[in-house]
């Protein structure tokens, strides 16, 4: 029996796979790997000790999340992001990522808005819960941001206005590694408010704002923000899979039964020690505050540092605001490599891990056009937990592996252009 033609065309994620490859050539050659956005930092001790505590603990919890987590983590958002979280609107999930899906899957019918470039799960996931996809294209000139311009128009045009339109919007970007400020969030809502947006803001990368500065969409258009986070980047913590999501007030009576629908039929809850463990990340004592400012100085330091070296090399790079990510662009490179027979993202990726040992994601991953040079570099490949406690002059040494897998890449890019010459 073929069961081929019956199947859905959904494929093992590519940022998961970029490791696995990365695992495999390291048995031979060393391998610069900036293609895994994982957070470089260990959980904070007391997270992990609440952790341990708690392992003997195998009841199920509220399907919901259990309620002292869920009012830590509506007192945090509103104390951090300035904005009216309550507890009895936040769920708890087994990573953001599913708690997206399940909104994506609570919708019968939706039009589903990216913004290209965008995290590579949100088109599959829109995809799987049978959705129709829309992208809107930024560029390398804009920082990659969403324009209010941009929106209007897409929102003016629709063909079919009456139908939910979700927008996933990101930031701090993965993979842009971008932000917005105050000003372009206030033009953002004025036209997701004009046209009933719902809003899926997905602000994981929110507490990795390099300066502390992260403004949630929640503050500028609160009745249509679903707004998701968790422990995965800030807190270090991606395996042990928590993510929370709070719903708006305007929407939960009809949105909340639905998620937790979809979570009771699926996930039931997350792991209970899990859950204690992240009540104490989400007091936010003075160990985990202490430990977010020096996350928030580290990867800022070996961000900018990262990316003025790729300008160095003739690269234009956006400096990084927020996360762990840059987004180079190699257009100025386009000549050059074509003579060396690299016209894709997904070539220059292919080559620079074959011939430089250098491993990136390439944008058409994140829904860019296959001919953009561009790809997606996760400045992660230090040690996280020495950086820590480090000083500016150790911190440069820590970060090494990142500054020489940026010199393979330049050396790799003056050697096409001899090549070619
Ligand atoms: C933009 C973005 N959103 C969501 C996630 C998923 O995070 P979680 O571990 O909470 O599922 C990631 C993880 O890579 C991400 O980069």
Redesign the pocket.
Known sequence: MSVEEFLRPINHSE?LLINERSDALEQARRVFRFGF??SPFPVPASVTAALEAHAGEKAYMPVQGWRPLRDAVAAFHRQQDGVDWQSQRVLIG???????YAVMAAFTEADVLLVSP??V?YEPQARLAGHAVFRLQTSAEQHWRLSAEQLEIFCSQRANPERPLILVL?YP??PSGTTYSEAQLRALAAVLQRYGVLVIS?E??GMLHHQGEHRSLARYYPEGTLV??????WCGA?GW???VMHVPEALAPALMPRLLGVASETWSCVTAPVQHAAEVAYAFGEEVEHYVARERLVLSRIGSRAAESLQQAGVATALPEG?FYLFPDFAAWRQTLAERGIHTSDQLCERLLEEAGVALLPGTAFGMPADQLVVRLSYVNFDGAAALNADTEELDRLSMPVMEGLEAIRLWLVGQQQVAA
């Open positions: 940022t956005g994982q087994p990573g953001s990522k599913l708690l997206i965008s995290w799960s990101n970007g993965n997905d994981i990368y998701t986070g968790g422990l995965s980047k991606g899979r928590l993510g996360g």
